[in-house]
T-cell receptor, first 116, second 114 residues
Framework: EPEVTQTPSHQVTQMGQEVILRCVPI?????FYWYRQILGQKVEFLVS????????KSEIFDDQFSVERPDGSNFTLKIRSTKLEDSAMYFC??????????????FGSGTQLSVL | KQEVTQIPAALSVPEGENLVLNCSFT??????LQWFRQDPGKGLTSLLL?????REQTSGRLNASLDKSSGRSTLYIAASQPGDSATYLC?????????????FGGGTRLMVKP
């Protein structure tokens, strides 16, 4: 079965540094998402992306965050100046753009970001 | 604002038992509800998805039900196995005109003992 691929699986960075988390969604999917899960807390929505633009974002997704689809396969999340509270597991997800689709999201295995 | 709650937060059962995990949501205006499995340090695997117009979905030993009007869903696992040990999450999606984001519950951590 096709998979959403995320790299790296673990990322350690110093506070204030920029990080880029990478995702390769399933090839025929057109909706892309980032979610995160802080240790011990609920999975939280960050942003959705469709047709090369952000379609929805949460309060968490402030000016420090940005997303990009630099080519036909990658979907990235950039955090400009990381803070300790950005430490979390970040999940990428995707789904197709089909009229009769049931809405199921496909998630990647996540990138564990640790900000020191 | 939609809130999703899962009870219990943790559950330990002996192998072979049938069990029920509960999920409740505050806003019944949902498009669908999805149950996921999460293994430690891993991603989310979709188990079952129920559309708002449906009452239940089955996959193997798993059966998910939905009572939209009362804001509840259950995940029934039959004949539990040690390999079922994981955290189970439910998530609801609002109607299409209200956005695409999923709202997740806090999960139920299941341990099935051999």
């Amino acid at each position: 079965e096709p998979e959403v691929t995320q790299t790296p699986s673990h990322q350690v960075t110093q506070m204030g540094q920029e990080v880029i988390l990478r995702c390769v969604p399933i090839s025929n999917h057109l909706y892309f998402y980032w979610y995160r899960q802080i240790l011990g807390q609920k999975v939280e929505f960050l942003v959705s992306f469709y047709n090369n633009e952000i379609s929805e974002k949460s309060e968490i997704f402030d000016d420090q965050f940005s997303v990009e689809r630099p080519d036909g396969s990658n979907f990235t999340l950039k955090i400009r100046s990381t803070k300790l509270e950005d430490s979390a597991m970040y999940f990428c997800a995707s789904k197709p753009d089909l009229r009769d689709y049931n809405g199921k999201l496909f998630f990647g295995s996540g990138t564990q970001l640790s900000v020191l | 604002k939609q809130e999703v709650t899962q009870i219990p937060a943790a559950l330990s059962v002996p192998e072979g038992e049938n069990l029920v995990l509960n999920c409740s949501f505050t806003d019944s205006a949902i498009y669908n509800l999805q149950w996921f499995r999460q293994d430690p340090g891993k991603g989310l695997t979709s188990l079952l998805l129920i559309q708002s117009s449906q009452r239940e979905q089955t996959s193997g030993r798993l059966n998910a039900s939905l009572d939209k009007s009362s804001g509840r869903s259950t995940l029934y696992i039959a004949a539990s196995q040690p390999g079922d040990s994981a955290t189970y999450l439910c998530a609801v999606k609002p109607p299409d005109n209200a956005g695409n984001m999923l709202t997740f519950g806090g999960g139920t951590r299941l341990m099935v003992k051999p």
